[in-house]
Structures are given as C-alpha cells and as structure tokens.
C-alpha cells in the first residue's frame, strides 16, 4: 500500500484522517476518480476543512468548486466557485497556490505540507494542507484538498489578513 510522508506529524486530525481515506480510494492507481470520493464516508469533522478544485490542464485554470465552511470562514471569504484569477491572497501566497496546484496537475502525486499565513500583527499561523489529485480517464482533472488553517489553535479570523475576492464581497463575520 502507498504512503504519504510524515502524515502522522501533523497537528490537525483533518490532514492525516483524509490522506488516509485518500490513500484507501487508491487501490494501485495513481489517483482516484473524484466518482470514488463519498463525502458520506470520509471521517467526522473534516468536511470543514475541504476544497474540490477543478484543474485544467490546457488553460493551467484552477477553480474552487466547493470550500468547506472552517476554510472559508478562516480566510475571510467563501470563494466556492472562483477560479484563482479571482481571489486576492496576502503575500505572494496566489503564485505560490498556482504552483502547488500545477504541480499536483503535472505529476499525478498528492502534495502534503504546512506553511505561515499572515497575520495582521506581522506574525504567522500554521495551516496544514495536503493536496490530493482525482484522475479521469488517466489525466489529474480535480483536486481534493484539506486545509486547516491555524492548526495550532488560538487563532482569531479576525487576525488573519483575509482573501480578497476580485468579484465578490468578503462574508460576514460573527461577532
């Protein structure tokens, strides 16, 4: 059976809990279909923490096709049905999403990493994330991804520097 490295590292149960489902849809192949992905079946408490991205290999477009509501609410904006070109992120993270969504398009292998979001105090919050590709007919076409951004808790959306959304304003916020 495959394995994904250090998955067992992470802070967040929602990374390793849906590398692990991802990892059992596989069965031998590269990928899984997105056919074989059933929400129903993935572990408790991780929809939050999912995107379906489409990827397009000959325009290299990346859309969001679902954005689970911990991802939306953390980053400000539910950017469910935008493509890349239409969401705004801090500091170089846009060209640094593009690559990484590329990468897992171009190679067929999933990504798993963490990297700082800004903060407004000039600080950082951890978010982990794994990248998970889904083929049709043989090509990488979707992207389930997991994101849980502040992984380490204690982080108000609040002070996050929030996505902007070039075509649509940012969601309300409780108080």
């Not at 692990?20 to 992905?37: C, F, H, M, Q």
């Not at 700082?116 to 919050?125: D, E, I």
């Not at 076409?141 to 940012?170: K, M, N, Y």
């Amino acid at each position: 059976m495959r394995a994904l490295a250090n998955i067992g590292e992470y802070l967040s149960p929602a990374v390793p809990e849906i590398c692990n489902y991802w990892l059992a849809k596989v069965d031998g192949r590269s990928a899984p279909t997105r056919a074989e992905i059933d929400p129903l079946e993935m572990p408790k408490g991780v929809l939050p923490h999912i995107l379906l991205v489409d990827l397009e290999r000959q325009t290299r477009q990346i859309s969001f096709r679902l954005v689970g509501t911990h991802v939306a609410h953390m980053y400000g904006s539910n950017f469910t049905g935008a493509s890349i070109d239409e969401i705004i992120l801090p500091h170089g993270l846009t060209e640094a999403l593009r690559e990484l969504y590329g990468s897992t398009m171009d190679l067929g292998e999933p990504i798993v990493g963490h990297y700082g979001y800004p903060m407004r105090n000039g600080r950082q919050a951890l978010s982990e994330f794994a990248l998970l590709p889904l083929q049709s007919h043989g090509a990488v076409t979707q992207c389930l991804a997991v994101e849980h951004l502040g992984a380490l808790g204690g982080v108000d959306p609040e002070d996050l520097i929030s996505l902007r959304r070039v075509s649509a304003p940012a969601i309300a916020r409780p108080q």
